[in-house]
Every structure is written in structure tokens, then in C-alpha cells.
């Protein structure tokens, strides 16, 4: 028996460890996946010609316009992912870049293995941001502490949210 115990110490730092580390993971997924939609975002604005061009003959989003999609895609690829790396909003930015990572996905016919491979990557990441919320390293946190219950903003405590 005399051994069990500094097994239990050790298990019981390691899992603090990994604690709190999770609002590290939180905040690493978070950048990961706003740097891809954000670049994204700019690629298109640096070329906005080219970008009505391939809403137009590319990208078959179902029921906008062309135009409107190029606009209101461009806009959440510049916004969402700012939102989601500060983690304001960040479940709703999550949702948001989902369903448009899943309108993508849809949208564009042409999309190779790789390409769907890494769509389903980023949605992985963004579902489990949504549900388990940007975590400690977060502006909602800070909001939380400041409302004077850190976590109000998550319907449960979990790893991610301490």
C-alpha cells in the first residue's frame, strides 16, 4: 500500500498539469483556425475581381447572388476569425465559421480529398470550440470574471472553461 500513494500524488499533479494546460490548447485551436479563414479573407480582398469571378462561375452557394455571396463571405472570413482568436463571442464565432465552413464545402464542387480533409479538420476544431467555449485564455472569461462569475458565459464547467 505504501506505493499507491505517491502513485495518487503523482496521477493528481499530472492531471493538474494537463488542467492547466487546457486554456492553452483552447487558445492554440482557436489561432490555428482563425489564421486559416482569416488569410483566406485577405487573399480575396487583395484580388476582388478575381474573387466575384469565382463566385460567379466557381462557387455554387445556394440561394444568394454571386455578389452577395462574395461580399457576405468575404466579411465573415475578416470577422469571424477576429472574433474567435480573441474568444469574444467565441461560441458564436465557432458557429459561425462552421456553417461556413460547411457552405464552402458544399459550394465548391471541384474541392480535391486533401482539401475536404482539411475542411473537416477545421470543423472538428470549431465544433469542439463551440462546445466547450474559448476557455480561460478569452475575452468572454474576462467578461465573465468581470460580471463576477467566471464561466457564466458556458452552460457547464468543463477542463477547457477553468
Known amino acids: 500500500m505504501n506505493g499507491i500513494r505517491p502513485l495518487a500524488d503523482w496521477v493528481s499533479v499530472a492531471v493538474r498539469g494537463i488542467e492547466f494546460l487546457s486554456p492553452v490548447l483552447s487558445l492554440a485551436m482557436r489561432l ?75 459550394s465548391y464542387p471541384d474541392i480535391s480529398p486533401a482539401g475536404v480533409k482539411d475542411h473537416v479538420l477545421w470543423g472538428w476544431l470549431l465544433a469542439v470550440i463551440f462546445f466547450y467555449g474559448p476557455a480561460r485564455l478569452s475575452v468572454d472569461h474576462l467578461i465573465a470574471r468581470g460580471l463576477g462569475r467566471a464561466g457564466s458565459l458556458a452552460p457547464h464547467d468543463t477542463p477547457l472553461e477553468r
Not at 483566406?40 to 480582398?45: D, E, P, R
Not at 475581381?49 to 462557387?59: G, I, N, Q
Not at 447572388?65 to 464565432?93: D, F, I
Request: charged residues 10%; negative net charge.
Open 32 to 106: 490555428y483556425v482563425a489564421n486559416v479563414f482569416f488569410r483566406a479573407g485577405l487573399t480575396k480582398i487583395q484580388s476582388w475581381d478575381s474573387t466575384l469571378a469565382l463566385f460567379e462561375y466557381e462557387y455554387a452557394v445556394p440561394l444568394l447572388s454571386s455578389e452577395l455571396a462574395a461580399y457576405l463571405g468575404t466579411a465573415v472570413e475578416l470577422v469571424a476569425p477576429v472574433l474567435l482568436a480573441l474568444g469574444l463571442g467565441g461560441r458564436l464565432a465557432a458557429m459561425v465559421l462552421f456553417a461556413f465552413n460547411t457552405v464552402a464545402v458544399i
